[in-house]
C-alpha cells in the first residue's frame, strides 16, 4: 500500500492509514514503523506542532538521508528552508571530507570538553540544520540500520562513484525493494552511464573539460577556474530542483524515483548562451573575456585610484549616461563610438580612454557620480567588504547563532525570501555522531544495543 505524501490528507484520514500502513518488503508496520510514518507523512496535525509559525514550512515532516560528501551534495540540500528532517551519515572517526579542511576553524569554547582547532569554517558553512549519525556500512549491522532508515526516509542523497554501494546494497535497486517510495538522488562528476562514469570528477576537473575554464579569465591570460565551486553549486541546485519535482510526482503516483545528477551534464547546461552560440554558429568560442563582454562594450571593470570599478553600457542610452558622467558627453556623437557596433570595432580605444578617467577618482567617488542616474554600475568588492555590504545587512544575508561548542557564530542566510513563512537557522551544524543516540533509538535500539555498537565501532 504506497501512500503519497502531502498536506491532503486529514488528520482522520491520516490516522486511519497510519493504523494500516505497512512498508512494503517490510511486512506489517510494527509500532516502530508507524511512528516513523507519522513523521514521513505530512498532515493536518503539522501546524499545530509548528506552534511558532503561522504557516508550516514546506517539507516539514519530510525526512532526507544524506550520504553525501563535501560540496555538491550539500547544495542539494532540501532542508534549508524547508525544514526537512536531514540524518547526515559520516564516517564514524574523521567524518565528513570538509570537517578537516582548514583553516580557518570556530576554536571550541573553554569547557566544552573538545580537543583539537575546532570545526572548520568549510563543514560549517554547509551543514547546518542537519543531525549527524557517526556509521560504518563496512559492518553488517551499519547496514542494517541503513536499511532500516531508508525504510522510513523520503529522500536519499549520495554521491559515490557509480556502482560503490552496490556492495552494501544501498544501491536504488536494492532500496526501492524496502521502500517503493523512495527518492533516490545520485550525484556524481559524470553520471551513472557514458565513457567517463567510472572517474572521479571533483569542480576543478569538470570546469576544466566542460569548458568552463576555457572562457574564464583574462583575455591574454592562461585558463582559470572560478573562485568558489560553483559547479558543485549549481549541481546541487539541480538536484534539489529535481527532488522537489519528484515529490509532486509522487504525490500524484506514490512512485518514488532514481535521478542521476551529474557535474559534467550540469556544467554543460550552465554554459547557457555562449553553448548555444557555437551550436547555432558551428563555430568555437571567441575565448576569455575577464570581465569584459565579446559582444559589450563597455561592459567591464576599470580600475580606480583605490580599486576597481564595473561600468555595463548595455546600450546607446546607457552609454551616453557614462559618457556623461565621465565628463566626454561628445563620444555619444562620436561616430567611433555611436553605437555598440561601433564601441566594439574600437574595444580597446575606448576602454583605453575610459581607465584613464576612471583611475583619477576612487571608487567610492565614481558610485556617488553614478547614484541615481540609472545605469548599472558597482564596485569590486572583496568577500569581507561584501559581507558587511550596507545591502547585504538590510536583506539579512548574514545570522548569527550559537553554537554549543564554539559559542557565537555567524554565517550566511538563506537567500530566498517567502511572504508565508520565515525559515531560519534551527540547529547549528552538528558535531560528529552528535545525534547517533537519539536517531538509534527512534529505530526502537536501546542503550545497551547502541552502547555495543559504538564498542565494536560500528557507529560513534
Request: glycine letters at 10%.
Given at each position: 500500500m504506497l501512500i503519497p505524501r502531502g498536506p491532503v490528507l486529514s488528520a482522520r484520514n491520516c490516522r486511519a492509514l497510519r493504523s494500516k500502513c505497512f512498508l512494503p518488503g517490510v511486512g506489517t508496520a510494527s509500532n516502530e514503523h508507524r511512528r516513523a510514518f507519522s513523521r514521513s507523512a505530512p498532515c493536518a496535525r503539522s501546524t499545530i506542532d509548528n506552534k511558532h509559525a503561522s504557516?508550516?514550512?514546506?517539507?516539514?515532516?519530510?525526512?532526507?538521508?544524506?550520504?553525501?560528501?563535501?560540496?555538491?551534495?550539500?547544495?542539494?540540500?532540501?532542508?534549508?528552508?524547508?525544514?526537512?528532517?536531514?540524518?547526515?551519515?559520516?564516517?564514524?572517526?574523521?567524518?565528513?571530507?570538509?570537517?578537516?579542511?582548514?583553516?580557518?576553524?570556530a576554536p571550541y569554547k573553554p569547557g566544552s570538553g573538545l580537543e583539537g582547532p575546532g570545526e572548520s569554517a568549510y563543514f560549517l558553512g554547509v551543514n547546518r540544520n542537519k543531525k549527524s549519525?557517526?556509521?560504518?556500512?563496512?559492518?553488517?549491522?551499519?547496514?542494517?540500520?541503513?536499511?532500516?532508515?531508508?525504510?522510513?526516509?523520503?529522500?536519499?542523497?549520495?554521491n559515490y562513484l557509480p556502482g560503490s554501494l552496490k556492495k552494501y546494497s544501498m544501491d536504488y535497486e536494492s532500496l526501492r525493494k524496502i521502500n517503493p517510495a523512495l527518492i533516490y538522488t545520485s550525484i556524481t562528476g559524470y553520471g551513472q552511464t557514458g565513457p567517463y562514469s567510472s572517474r572521479a570528477g571533483?569542480?576543478?576537473?569538470?570546469?576544466?573539460?566542460?569548458?568552463?575554464?576555457?572562457?574564464?579569465?583574462?583575455?591574454?591570460?592562461?585558463?582559470?577556474?572560478?573562485?568558489?565551486?560553483?559547479?558543485?553549486?549549481?549541481?546541487?541546485?539541480?538536484?534539489?530542483?529535481?527532488?522537489?519535482?519528484?515529490?509532486?510526482?509522487?504525490?500524484?503516483?506514490?512512485?518514488?524515483?532514481?535521478?542521476?545528477?551529474?557535474?559534467?551534464?550540469?556544467?554543460?547546461?550552465?554554459?547557457?548562451?555562449?553553448?548555444?552560440?557555437?551550436?547555432?554558429?558551428?563555430?568555437?568560442?571567441?575565448?576569455?573575456?575577464?570581465?569584459?563582454?565579446?559582444?559589450?562594450?563597455?561592459?567591464?571593470?576599470?580600475?580606480?585610484?583605490?580599486?576597481?570599478?564595473?561600468?555595463?553600457?548595455?546600450?546607446?542610452?546607457?552609454?551616453?549616461?557614462?559618457?556623461?558622467?565621465?565628463?566626454?558627453?561628445?563620444?555619444?556623437d562620436d561616430p567611433k563610438f555611436k553605437t555598440n557596433a561601433d564601441r566594439v570595432a574600437n574595444r580597446q580605444e575606448l576602454e583605453a580612454d575610459i581607465e584613464q578617467i576612471s583611475q583619477s577618482r576612487?571608487?567610492?567617488?565614481?558610485?556617488?557620480?553614478?547614484?541615481?542616474?540609472?545605469?548599472?554600475?558597482?564596485?569590486?568588492?572583496?568577500?569581507?567588504?561584501?559581507?558587511?555590504?550596507?545591502?547585504?545587512?538590510?536583506?539579512?544575508?548574514?545570522?548569527?547563532?550559537?553554537?554549543?561548542?564554539?559559542?557565537?557564530?555567524?554565517?550566511?542566510?538563506?537567500?530566498?525570501?517567502?511572504?508565508e513563512i520565515q525559515p531560519k537557522v534551527r540547529m547549528a551544524p552538528p558535531l560528529l555522531g552528535q545525534h547517533t543516540d537519539e536517531i538509534l533509538g527512534g529505530l526502537g535500539l536501546d542503550a545497551s544495543e547502541i552502547a555495543t555498537l559504538k564498542e565494536a565501532a560500528v557507529v560513534s
Open positions: 504557516t508550516p514550512l514546506p517539507l516539514e515532516g519530510y525526512r532526507v538521508l544524506d550520504m553525501t560528501r563535501v560540496l555538491a551534495g550539500r547544495d542539494s540540500d532540501v532542508s534549508e528552508p524547508s525544514r526537512a528532517e536531514v540524518i547526515k551519515i559520516e564516517h564514524p572517526v574523521r567524518g565528513d571530507d570538509t570537517r578537516a579542511w582548514g583553516p580557518p576553524y549519525l557517526g556509521l560504518s556500512f563496512q559492518h553488517p549491522q551499519g547496514v542494517e540500520i541503513l536499511h532500516k532508515l531508508a525504510a522510513q526516509c523520503d529522500i536519499l542523497v549520495e571533483y569542480d576543478v576537473m569538470v570546469e576544466a573539460e566542460f569548458g568552463l575554464m576555457h572562457i574564464t579569465g583574462n583575455r591574454e591570460g592562461p585558463p582559470v577556474k572560478v573562485g568558489v565551486a560553483v559547479t558543485d553549486l549549481t549541481t546541487g541546485l539541480y538536484a534539489s530542483n529535481s527532488i522537489m519535482a519528484s515529490l509532486l510526482g509522487r504525490a500524484k503516483t506514490g512512485k518514488g524515483q532514481h535521478i542521476d545528477v551529474a557535474l559534467s551534464d550540469c556544467q554543460t547546461a550552465t554554459l547557457a548562451n555562449i553553448a548555444s552560440s557555437c551550436l547555432i554558429s558551428g563555430k568555437r568560442d571567441s575565448g576569455r573575456w575577464g570581465t569584459a563582454h565579446p559582444s559589450i562594450v563597455p561592459y567591464r571593470s576599470f580600475k580606480t585610484k583605490d580599486g576597481d570599478i564595473l561600468f555595463g553600457g548595455g546600450n546607446d542610452r546607457l552609454f551616453g549616461i557614462l559618457s556623461d558622467g565621465l565628463g566626454n558627453p561628445q563620444w555619444k576612487t571608487t567610492q567617488e565614481w558610485l556617488e557620480v553614478f547614484e541615481g542616474k540609472g545605469m548599472p554600475y558597482a564596485a569590486v568588492n572583496d568577500v569581507q567588504d561584501s559581507l558587511n555590504h550596507d545591502h547585504t545587512r538590510a536583506r539579512d544575508m548574514v545570522v548569527e547563532f550559537d553554537h554549543p561548542s564554539c559559542g557565537k557564530i555567524k554565517m550566511i542566510n538563506t537567500p530566498v525570501k517567502y511572504s
